[in-house]
């Protein structure tokens, strides 16, 4: 087990936790988070511990593909890993905000739905021997993402004072950019989805 696949054990361990803290009913067991008035919001500071160890999560994400690439570590399950690593990280924490009422539940489905049509093509193009790359749409969506979601995590602090929803902004874009990319894997791929016949 190498470094890149320990750091991305360790974002789905993040992921757990983080999930655990936004769902368990702490008052159950007689404990409650602190709640304190910043400017005007009121912010509970489970989902900043939360927000923290989610942009620990997002700071594994960056490194472990990044020391594959430089060791040339890269293999096979660390990249199915990877994944599903960041799957679990970003999906479920979407679909709690939207349970909590924090963003639209369309953000979450469009994005979930988006990963299996994507996921069913890199399957399909592996079987037929072909590998599929990320590409730029793709890599900016996930981007986007991961800020929008720890602007959420923060109470969108500090644009909140000024009323300017950057965190749903970037939350938007992400979902565009995903309709986006799978636009385009649909378009790079379609040959192998659709193959001609030969007359």
């Known amino acids: 087990m190498n470094l890149p696949v320990k750091l991305t054990i360790s974002r789905i361990v993040l992921a757990f936790i983080i999930i655990f803290l936004m769902l368990f009913p702490f008052y159950t067991v007689g404990f409650a988070f602190p709640r304190y008035l910043v400017y ?44 599903l690593a960041d799957k679990v990280l970003v999906d479920s924490v979407l679909i709690i905000f939207a349970s909590l009422g924090f963003i639209s539940p369309l953000i979450p489905v469009i994005l979930v739905v988006r990963d299996i049509i994507v996921n069913a093509i890199k399957m399909m193009a592996a079987v037929k021997g072909k590998a599929v790359a990320a590409i730029s749409s793709g890599k900016l969506k996930t981007a986007s993402l991961m800020v929008g979601i720890t602007l959420l995590f923060f109470y969108n602090l500090p644009f909140e004072i000024w ?25 790079m791929n379609k040959g192998l989805i659709f193959p001609k016949k030969d007359n």
Do not use: P, Q
Request: hydrophobic residues 55%.
């Open 40 to 83: 005007g919001v009121y912010v509970d500071t489970k989902y900043v511990v939360a927000g923290v160890l989610f942009i620990l999560a997002s700071i594994t994400d960056f490194l472990d593909g990044h020391i594959a690439r430089k060791k040339h570590l890269i293999t096979e399950f660390g990249t199915i890993l990877d994944a």
């Open 163 to 187: 009323n300017i929803r950057v965190d749903l902004f970037f939350l938007y874009f992400a979902t565009i950019m995903s309709i986006v990319s799978m636009i385009e894997y649909y378009a």
